[in-house]
């Protein structure tokens, strides 16, 4: 089966550190609106709450908000699930993978 992912993913170290977004925060995509334009904003999928209580779509969904809003965005600790989802929605070329630290 066909990836989109990178085949190998940069480690956190090397990521741009610009902004972390909770996206369990109501406001987030708000808040990265006003972000300049192709900021890099880092999620820690690791720790959301909603994609156990809204689920998967919710998280895709809220990550693609971020992508229209004009920014780049960081996926780390993404479970298997999201990983899944994203790649057969052929989304994984609007978001890049980090292995944690």
Known sequence: MKTNFPSSEPSAASVP??????LDQAD????????????????????????RTLGV???VSQLLLLRRAGVT??????????RYC????NLGRFFRLVDPA
Do not use: I, M, T
Request: with cysteine; glycine share 2%; aromatic share 4%.
């Open 73 to 82: 965005v960081w996926l780390r600790n993404a479970n298997a699930p999201l």
């Open 57 to 59: 779509a919710h998280v």
């Open 28 to 51: 987030a995509v708000q808040w990265a609106r006003a972000l300049p334009h192709s900021a890099a904003l880092h999620v820690d999928c690791g720790r959301l709450k909603c994609q």
């Open 17 to 22: 550190a610009l902004a972390h977004v909770d």
């Open 86 to 89: 994203l790649r057969v929605l």
